[in-house]
């Protein structure tokens, strides 16, 4: 009888997850069922594999939905984060193990106790970031603490960028993941995290001018703004006591700078709509948040709104993305000024078929051992093949994809919802993405903590 794994959502970063599970069915003897609502668009190869059956599903067809998880020995979720909720109650119902790639909602961790009770895995945050940040950083904490060492600084950092070879327009950046997701980072609370044992927040208008600089051998200069919550991981780390705990998002030097424009102007705003939105050109809703002059120009009033210089290369930035243009119309009704947004920047950040994008994730852990301060720096970078086989989705799909199977044969074992922190789930599936180009340079660096006057053997 074979084992049945049902992957329910089949979006961009699904083309390793895919190939991985297929390419394993034959020796772990494995049928892949997956569903979507829009099956059609998988390629052929998929369709026709013999351990592969295909359903047409509506995520909210309760019974179609209840149907095909009873079917299933385990499930993957990959759809939006706020849906995964459906599946897991199923889960719960019908007594089956779930994998996602998403953060841990409040709603999913309400089901803890019963999935426990159950002997249910639901392994949660086993993607990217959240995923394979957690397992290389519990890896090394681990490490240091089995040698008697005591932490004292963790930084996080993770970026999806465009590969320096398709690496061509002002802005160095392209969409890898989720557009939205990126034209609203940041908002709906302020950035937290502590620094040399201080807290520091960080309100939304502020966080892309609070930025940090790295360097990443062969790669060169990038700059960092805060996550959200950096202090969320605190206890799951075992890291109470840390002096300075800083998660946050990698990006090309100079990007932010030119994206608090768009914060400034309010364009990222998603808390209401704009009723004339569908036909309005770029220009016309540029000129929305702009003050009323009977004389100047779209151009001349932004130009002096946002204090940039004609010769300023952040106003290249805007005339690159055409955002002057009365020509380009927007196509979307009732819009918000966020979902306009991130039309016009998809005209301009979408992958081409060939392009590669790039994924960048450094750490540093500081810690004490033998009375002395030491630091250690680890980083991994993942260049995508095409915009189908990207870096982004090798590294969500794989950590998913492995770890389903490493349920399944009763390697991870603990019940009950969790992140991918235990050994039993972070050494498998780290040692397993190094044959995927997948490993972490590791360099022992001087501790500086961020007082470099008190420099540390």
């Known amino acids: 009888m074979r084992r049945k794994i049902l992957v329910v959502g089949t979006g961009k970063s699904t083309a390793y997850l895919l190939d991985y599970l297929l390419q394993k069915a034959e020796e772990e003897n494995l049928h892949i069922t997956i569903c979507d609502l829009n099956p059609e668009v998988l390629p052929e190869r998929i369709k026709l594999h013999t351990s592969c059956t295909i359903l047409k599903l509506d995520i909210f067809n309760d019974k ?202 309010g364009m990222t705003d998603d808390s209401y709509t704009i009723e004339n939105s569908e036909g309005m050109s770029y220009r016309e809703f540029v000129n929305l948040f702009l003050p009323y002059s009977p004389t100047n120009t779209v151009e001349l009033k932004l130009r002096h709104y946002l204090k940039i210089d004609q010769d300023d290369i952040m106003w290249d930035k805007l005339m690159e993305l055409h955002l002057f243009d009365s020509k380009r119309k927007i196509e979307l009704k009732n819009a918000t000024p966020a979902q306009i947004l991130q039309r016009i920047l998809e005209d301009s950040w979408t992958l081409d078929s060939t392009d590669k994008d790039m994924i960048v994730m450094y750490h540093k852990f500081g810690y004490e051992i033998n009375g002395k301060k030491k630091q250690i720096d680890s980083n991994t970078v993942v260049i995508g093949e095409d915009r189908t086989y990207t870096a982004m989705a090798k590294t969500v799909g794989l950590p998913v994809a492995m770890a389903t199977i490493l349920i399944l044969n009763k390697k991870i074992t603990t019940p009950g919802v969790q992140l991918p922190i235990r050994r039993e789930v972070y050494e498998p599936i780290l040692e397993q993405l190094k044959s995927y180009g997948i490993r972490f340079k590791e360099y022992q660096v001087p501790y500086m903590g961020y007082n470099p006057d008190s420099v540390a053997s």
């Open 64 to 265: 179609e939905r209840s149907n095909a998880i009873e079917q299933a020995d385990i499930v993957i979720s990959m759809l939006p984060a706020r849906f995964h909720i459906k599946v897991a109650v199923d889960c719960i119902q019908f007594t089956k193990h779930l994998v996602t790639a998403s953060y841990i909602s409040d709603e999913i961790m309400a089901l803890d106790q019963q999935a426990k009770e159950k002997g249910l895995v639901f392994m949660n945050e086993i993607g990217l970031d959240p995923g394979i940040d957690h397992m290389s950083a519990m890896q090394v904490i681990d490490n240091i603490r089995e040698r008697g060492g005591k932490i004292i600084l963790f930084e996080s950092f993770t970026g999806g960028l465009v590969a320096p070879e398709s690496d061509n327009n002002l802005w160095n950046y392209k969409f890898t993941w989720n557009p939205r997701n990126v034209v609203v980072a940041g908002q709906g609370g302020v950035a937290k995290f502590i620094q040399e044992g201080t807290y520091k927040y960080i309100p939304y208008h502020k966080l892309f001018r609070r930025t940090e600089f790295l360097d990443v051998e062969g790669y060169g200069k990038f700059e960092v703004y805060a996550n959200r919550d950096s202090l969320k991981y605190r206890e799951a780390y075992g890291l109470e006591n840390v002096l300075t705990l800083y998660r946050g998002t990698m990006r090309r030097v100079g990007f932010s700078k030119a994206w608090n424009m768009f914060v400034q102007l």
